[in-house]
């Protein structure tokens, strides 16, 4: 089995330890570009280096608190939310950490004490700001996401992405298009997130797309395998803006990222694990092209990559996924070849995906209960989650989640 570096999520310790590296490393940077800034203004005499760095150390002191708890709460996660938290705590720190230097050297707290720091915001303490805010996003994040990608933690990740808003639009091929009930889908969303939570997964949410229908399928544009991401190229042209969002989430997990460019196509959705070995789907999705990138990025990880035919299903995992022990199993008159597969056990319906949730529980849909029946009567746990809206564009229960282990 190939070995690759964990991406799970920081255990309450390392994400401590992580914050705190996080905020002092932007602390102290801010500090140092402050000071050298301020020290070439005034003539670079080395009689100004310490006042200066005295003066600001407050503001640096101030600015470390702030990263860090930003950092706690997962501002690092995002590019956007860095920014945010530098941008406020850059603000914050000159604020409090002038009122305080001010004070400190004598003189009383008041209105008049309040505005002149007030109006250093827009003046000298301009450049901490700017400083902090660049520095959060070009500092900080890279070293959050370098504590994530290390980290040995045990809870697993499930990246998701809320329905849009225009899901009636998405795709359909292989079936005739019904009416989408938009509530009751980010209901069965909801639940299925729930589902997953309850499992042990961490949940990360990639941003919502509301020009993008069929962005919930988050699946399709992004595969992992261990510590590597692989952002797909989606064969549909409509779907290709899917993996911006997704790519940049990705990167925020620490994992590291390889892509499929065109003219290989690759959809997730094509792409099953088993083991050391990885079907993948040549399909109307996935061209032999796509096939080939992905071979060439999984080789020296250690995986064997079987291309399989798809004709009968829009995805090859529409037509099998595995069990934890490796058995694959499948609607047959879906399934182009069975024999395809070192294992193969028929399903008495179509749609009997399963996402592995733990080495003997699985997650399928209540739309396949005779399945259902049968997996249990194989020794597994079954928890079933209403995933109906989303089978009408073709989805199934692999297709909403991108789980990260």
């Known amino acids: 089995m190939p070995i690759a570096p964990s991406t799970r999520p920081l255990s309450l310790g390392r994400r401590a330890a992580a914050s705190l590296v996080t905020g002092f490393v932007v602390a102290v940077t801010t500090h140092v570009a402050v000071v050298?800034?301020?020290?070439?203004?005034?003539?670079?005499?080395?009689?100004?280096?310490?006042?200066?760095?005295?003066?600001?150390?407050?503001?640096?002191?101030?600015?470390?608190?702030?990263?860090?708890?930003?950092?706690?709460?997962?501002?690092?996660?995002?590019?956007?939310?860095?920014?945010?938290?530098?941008?406020?705590?850059?603000?914050?720190?000159?604020?409090?950490?002038?009122?305080?230097?001010?004070?400190?050297?004598?003189?009383?707290?008041?209105?008049?004490?309040?505005?002149?720091?007030?109006?250093?915001?827009?003046?000298?303490?301009?450049?901490?700001?700017?400083?902090?805010?660049?520095?959060?996003?070009?500092?900080?994040?890279?070293i959050w996401a370098r504590w994530n990608r290390f980290s040995h933690a045990s809870k697993p990740i499930a990246l998701v992405r809320q329905p849009s808003s225009n899901l009636q639009a998405g795709q359909v091929t292989h079936i005739e298009r019904s009416t989408i009930d938009a509530d009751l889908a980010d209901g069965q969303w909801d639940a299925y997130v729930e589902a997953l939570e309850t499992a042990g997964f961490e949940i990360v949410e990639v941003p919502t797309a509301d020009d993008l229908p069929d962005s919930v399928f988050v699946e399709d544009a992004l595969v992992v395998f261990g510590g590597v991401g692989i952002v797909t190229s989606p064969g549909a042209e409509s779907r290709r803006g899917e993996t911006d969002a997704v790519r940049a989430t990705a990167k925020t997990l620490g994992l590291k990222i390889h892509e499929i460019a065109l003219p290989g196509t690759l959809d997730g959705g094509d792409v099953l694990e088993v083991g050391s070995t990885v079907y993948v789907g040549r399909s109307t999705r996935t061209n032999a092209e796509g096939i080939s990138q992905l071979r060439a990025i999984l080789a020296p990880l250690g995986y064997s990559v079987v291309a399989v035919p798809v004709t009968k299903a829009l995805h090859l995992k529409s037509a099998v996924t595995a069990l934890p022990d490796g058995t694959v199993i499948g609607f047959t008159k879906a399934v182009e070849s069975p024999t395809a597969f070192e294992r193969f056990l028929a399903m008495p319906e179509p749609g009997a995906a399963v996402v592995v949730l733990s080495a003997d529980t699985v997650l399928m849909a209540a739309s396949v209960p005779k399945s259902v029946k049968l997996v249990e009567s194989l020794g597994y746990r079954v928890v079933t989650v209403d995933v109906s809206e989303f089978e009408k564009l073709e989805g199934c229960v692999t297709c909403l989640s991108v789980r990260i282990r």
């Open 36 to 142: 050298l800034v301020f020290f070439t203004a005034n003539g670079a005499s080395s009689a100004n280096i310490v006042p200066i760095s005295d003066f600001f150390l407050p503001v640096s002191l101030v600015l470390f608190v702030l990263v860090t708890v930003a950092a706690a709460l997962g501002a690092m996660r995002t590019w956007y939310a860095a920014l945010g938290a530098g941008l406020v705590g850059g603000i914050l720190a000159a604020f409090l950490g002038t009122i305080y230097g001010v004070v400190s050297k004598g003189t009383a707290f008041g209105p008049d004490v309040v505005g002149a720091v007030l109006g250093t915001l827009v003046g000298n303490n301009l450049i901490v700001i700017v400083a902090s805010a660049l520095i959060a996003v070009f500092v900080g994040r890279p």
